[in-house]
T-cell receptor
């Protein structure tokens, strides 16, 4: 049972345009969400997070939006750069529970120069 | 800067061998995790530890065990490697002092079991 889903395995975007990566979750107990970026042959690196008391969090070119009623979050990258080409994982956690994250299956983003 | 290191980047083992994967973190983190990453399946949690000598099963613990004798070191053990354990193994650490903090990952070990 996949509690965190990333339904698009891959996405291609032109340099300078917006990249939108989506993530859906099923467990209403999740109240903290993170995005990680992973380059080949490297470990994932933390990108941005959001707690359920917010619906938006912004850090430079990266913005995460949370729609609790739809159990959906998205990561916007504006403008997209070739160095953003990587696999992006969303992860969910319950702050009142354990420190465990549940990760999605990942979306491979390719930014075309 | 948090540093998480893993003992090997690439490892090739034969079916039935005992395999040790080591992870060391230098940030005095309480929590440590072992994941495996497979295409189309994302990162799946194998085991985690909140403290020295403490361990808890993750989502896919079968065929694995762990050891945490020192705070900075968390080992993953494959008692008898099988071909379906061929995967990328990722270790992570996290402070346990505040909830909601990110996990820091090592570079990964690509294990091939033949």
């Amino acid at each position: 049972d996949q509690q965190v889903k990333q339904n698009s395995p891959s996405l291609s975007v032109q340099e300078g345009r917006i990249s939108i990566l989506n993530c859906d979750y099923t467990n209403s107990m999740f109240d903290y969400f993170l995005w990680y970026k992973k380059y080949p042959a490297e470990g994932p690196t933390f990108l941005i997070s959001i707690s359920s008391i917010k619906d938006k969090n912004e850090d430079g070119r990266f913005t995460v939006f949370l729609n609790k009623s739809a159990k959906h979050l998205s990561l916007h990258i504006v403008p997209s750069q070739p160095g953003d080409s990587a696999v992006y994982f969303c992860a969910a956690s319950s702050l009142g529970g354990t420190y465990k994250y549940i990760f999605g299956t990942g979306t491979r983003l390719k930014v075309l120069a | 800067d948090v540093k998480v290191t893993q003992s090997s980047r690439y490892l090739v083992k034969r079916t039935g061998e005992k395999v040790f994967l080591e992870c060391v973190q230098d940030m005095d983190h309480e929590n440590m995790f072992w994941y495996r990453q497979d295409p189309g399946l994302g990162l799946r949690l194998i085991y985690f530890s909140y403290d020295v000598k403490m361990k808890e099963k993750g989502d896919i613990p079968e065929g694995y065990s762990v050891s945490r004798e020192k705070k900075e070191r968390f080992s993953l053990i494959l008692e008898s490697a099988s071909t379906n354990q061929t995967s990328m193994y990722l270790c992570a650490s996290q402070t346990g002092r505040t909830v909601g903090k990110e996990q820091y990952f090592g570079p990964g070990t690509r294990l091939t079991v033949t």
